[in-house]
């Protein structure tokens, strides 16, 4: 997606602790979204994804090892998905592949391949996939869709919040949906 690249060069221009910032602002809205579908549904894994999202909130800026130790343990994983209901496990599968590609990215910070860019919207496929079918998305599907637009707008808007030094980490309270 073009949408993609077009971040990914803005990142690249980014020094190591404002790309980690917008990494957390990906996360946060991730986090918001698997809780609002987790409490529509009815079934709960919040306190392990919290407890997940709030290690690396606070060793964001950490350039020690710290931040390896914001796992989710294979049990959890098998928990998460068990309680999810049918119709959501790609979500939360697709929500699990990419917390796992936020925290990995963190941890290795001399190596960004900035893969965790394609993440929101990887989130956002599934979701409309869910809706729609498999058969009924391509690319152009996906960058029509309203989430996805906003959602491109939003990254535009952290990047620049970001450049400028007035993004806080503590109100991210947006969902991707």
């Known amino acids: 997606m073009g949408i993609v690249d077009e971040i990914r060069n803005e990142l690249k221009k980014m020094d ?7 990494i957390f602002s990906l996360l946060s809205r991730q986090k918001n979204t698997f ?19 709030e290690c690396v909130k606070e ?11 914001c796992t989710v343990t294979r049990s959890d994983i ?7 209901q049918e119709e959501d496990m790609q979500i939360v599968d697709t929500f699990l592949d990419n917390l796992f590609a936020f925290v990995n990215q963190l941890q290795d910070r001399n190596n960004l391949d900035y893969v965790f860019s394609q993440c929101n919207y ?3 496929e599934s979701k409309i996939i869910n809706e729609l079918g498999w ?12 989430n996805v637009k906003l959602e491109y707008n939003r990254e535009k808007r952290d990047l620049e ?9 503590d109100t991210c309270s947006e969902t991707l949906i």
């Open 16 to 22: 190591e602790k404002d790309v980690c910032i917008f």
């Open 35 to 53: 809780d609002q579908i987790a409490e529509a549904n009815q079934w709960d894994g919040s306190e392990i994804i919290t407890g997940v999202y």
């Open 59 to 69: 060793n964001l800026y950490d350039s020690t090892n710290s931040i390896y130790e």
């Open 78 to 84: 098998e928990y998460l998905m068990w309680e999810a």
């Open 122 to 124: 990887d989130l956002l």
């Open 135 to 146: 058969q009924n998305v391509n690319e152009d599907v996906l960058l029509s869709n309203e």
């Open 161 to 169: 919040l970001i450049k400028n030094g007035r993004f806080d980490i």
